[in-house]
């Protein structure tokens, strides 16, 4: 009798111990980019945030380096429930919501600080919920950087300087039309192919932030970076719509803090990486010059003009346009 009621409650307890268990919910976060880029630091701190404050009861275990596969890969995972949270390009949610297309215009941000006013404010709400539908929403944005051109043979200071130019580009309308109304030859290719191309003298340039001079070991074939910064496109954190319910509002609140918080250590962050890789691309004898950038904002103003009209997005725009 002793052994069966023994026996009956080890059964039971490691019941209630595998229930507890099953009660914690263990998310998975997907990010393309490298175990030491900015963002990946950030969302460490992210992770360990909702861990922390939740006692426990909500993990979230990292997968880096691109492990689960492409920022559009891991989207397709996140719909079916396979990764509940990814970090990704604006670019990469056009598909998904038009609006994000505005964040692939040149110049729709002033500076840096501009940026992180605008994306502060009520202009993030209205993009994190725009992909609900889709089965995610945003947590929070990260800067991926002022994209501007580099070279090989000579520094763009003015946007006649771009005419005869072939430049590398993203397989984007916008970002080709950019070119384009600036004088130079849009080229678009996959980044893999930047060094060789430069190398060979199949493009003169492309454009980019600053760590592809360093990370992508193009400061070795380009020795001229312009910093015209005529473009600036957001990452977003998403989470999938089932991964938030299964958690209690207090938990769901938690996350979204500690989303913010990721945020606002990460800008700190990306500054010394940015200023460390401009100190390195120095070292490799690429010489910078700050062009005046109102001449380019003018060649391509027409084009944001033509958007502002734009049923998808033009609101988004303006409203962006608009803030100080």
């Known amino acids: 009798m002793f052994l069966k009621s023994l026996t009956f409650a080890i059964t039971t307890a490691a019941a209630l111990a595998a229930t507890t268990a099953d009660a914690k919910t263990r998310l998975r976060l997907a990010n393309a980019l490298s175990e030491d880029h900015p963002t990946s630091t950030a969302l460490k701190q992210f992770a360990d945030e909702v861990d922390d404050r939740t006692d426990g009861e909500v993990t979230i275990r990292l997968f880096l380096n691109g492990v689960l596969g492409s920022e559009r890969e891991v989207l397709e995972q996140l719909q079916n429930g396979a990764v509940d949270i990814t970090r990704v390009n604006a670019g990469n949610l056009e598909n998904f919501a038009p609006i994000f297309k505005a964040f692939t215009l040149p110049y729709i941000f002033k500076s840096e600080d501009h940026f992180y006013r605008v994306m502060s404010g009520p202009v993030a709400d209205q993009v994190y919920n725009a992909t609900k539908d889709s089965g995610f929403t945003g947590l929070t944005f990260f800067d991926s ?45 996959p980044y893999g192919e930047i060094y060789t191309s430069l190398q060979q003298g199949v493009i003169d340039g492309a454009e980019n932030n600053v760590t592809a001079l360093t990370i992508g070991r193009h400061g070795e074939v380009a020795k001229y970076y312009s910093a015209d910064e005529h473009l600036r496109i957001p990452d977003f954190l998403v989470i999938s719509n089932s991964a938030m319910d299964k958690l209690t509002d207090e938990q769901q609140q938690i996350v979204k803090e500690a989303a913010v918080h990721a945020t606002e250590s990460f800008r700190g962050i990306w500054d010394e990486a940015i200023s460390q890789a401009r100190s390195e691309a120095e070292d490799m004898g690429v010489t910078f010059v700050e062009p005046d950038q109102a001449p380019f904002r003018e060649k391509v103003m027409p084009l944001l003009n033509e958007y502002r009209d734009n049923p998808d997005f033009g609101d988004l725009l303006n409203q962006i346009l608009a803030t100080d």
């Open 145 to 189: 950087g002022a994209r501007s051109f580099y070279t090989s043979d000579r520094a763009i200071e003015t946007p006649d300087d771009l005419k005869g130019e072939k430049i590398r580009v993203m397989d984007s309308n916008s970002s080709i039309r950019m070119v384009e109304m600036m004088g130079g030859t849009p080229t678009p290719m």
